[in-house]
């Protein structure tokens, strides 16, 4: 009986991670069409209007926090999530509006080796032999995506916007990454409500100025009802309860199915996979994998 519970306790974090990945990368899929009819402002304006009274909810549920304590640290939780909740997300949308979704998303797995970059530079964390030949096998794998194959296309015209603003959007969320690694440890699900809260406040008086564009057809308003849902909420949900349920590093190994997911939806819907996607692809997730994926072994 001992075996069979972690087993299956391990098995529910699993389909956690899927559940949550396959919400992420939903995202990116669905984020094009819903940008095309509203808007980057305005979706992330109505993508938190929408999920910010259920991640109270839920957090309130799942984490029980202390609250007060949570409205002390109102404005460092403010300015995390004006940089992660807000900025991140705008670049995210407005990547999705230029580029395609497939791009953007084999861009964004270069993240967790920018991570580890700047958790060295900032943070003084260590870095091994492997981690290195990592970064530097997915950066590789960047260039050959952002240059459709051919290195030296860079020296005659410059990268596609959409990919361009990706690369933004991860460093935006390495800052926010760090960042939130500098202060006191939260309850993870009630500190993203409250960064939602605080964008959602910031960004209403320039909503209301502006005039928010509603979607206009009913494939538009599934779009936004699935991203203040999916990835706003559920994604959160099931990462928090994974995390409960399998090791840290295999969690954070995981984050490379967005990716796969993304390519698989891109197949289905019979957009066109290029060659230089396909090997920068599978560039970037080795050297991310090599990255983030140490040996087993007790530090001296």
């Given amino acids: 009986m001992s075996t069979i519970a972690p087993a299956r306790t391990r098995a529910i974090g699993v389909l956690c991670l899927v559940g949550a990945t396959l919400a992420w990368a939903g995202n990116f899929l ?12 305005d979706l992330v304006w109505a993508r938190w209007a929408l999920a910010t009274l259920p991640l109270f909810l839920i957090a309130q549920v799942v984490e029980r926090p202390a609250w007060r304590e949570l409205l002390r640290a109102w404005p460092r939780l403010a300015g995390l999530g004006i940089i992660g909740i807000g900025g991140y997300n705008l670049l995210l949308y407005l990547s999705l509006e230029h580029g395609s979704a497939l791009n953007s998303s084999l861009i964004n797995a270069f993240n967790p080796a920018l991570i580890a970059i700047a958790a ?13 030949v990592g970064i530097v096998v997915a950066f590789a794998g960047v260039v050959v995506i952002l240059t459709d194959g051919d290195p030296l296309a860079a020296l005659r015209e410059p990268p596609q916007a959409g990919s361009l603003l990706m690369i933004g959007a991860i460093v935006v969320w390495t800052i926010y990454t760090i960042g939130g690694r500098r202060g006191p440890r939260l309850p993870p699900i009630a500190a993203t409500a409250v960064q939602a809260g605080a964008v959602l406040v910031i960004m209403t008086p320039f909503a209301v100025w502006d005039g928010v564009d509603p979607p206009q057809t009913g494939a538009g308003w599934g779009s936004l009802v699935y991203i203040a849902i999916g990835p706003s ?3 959160y949900l099931l990462w928090n309860l994974a995390l409960d349920r399998v090791p840290a590093p295999q969690a954070g190994a995981s984050l490379n199915l967005i990716t796969v997911f993304v390519a698989i939806g891109t197949v289905l819907v019979g957009a066109p996979i290029v060659p230089a996607q396909i090997l920068g692809g599978a560039l970037v997730l080795a050297g991310v994998l090599l990255t983030v994926d140490t040996p087993r072994r007790r530090p001296a």
Wanted: charged share 5%.
């Fill in 30 to 41: 669905v984020g094009g069409l819903a940008t095309a009819q509203m808007g980057a402002v």
């Fill in 120 to 132: 060295v530079v900032f943070l003084g964390a260590r870095m091994s032999v492997r981690a290195v």
């Fill in 233 to 235: 909420v559920l994604s």
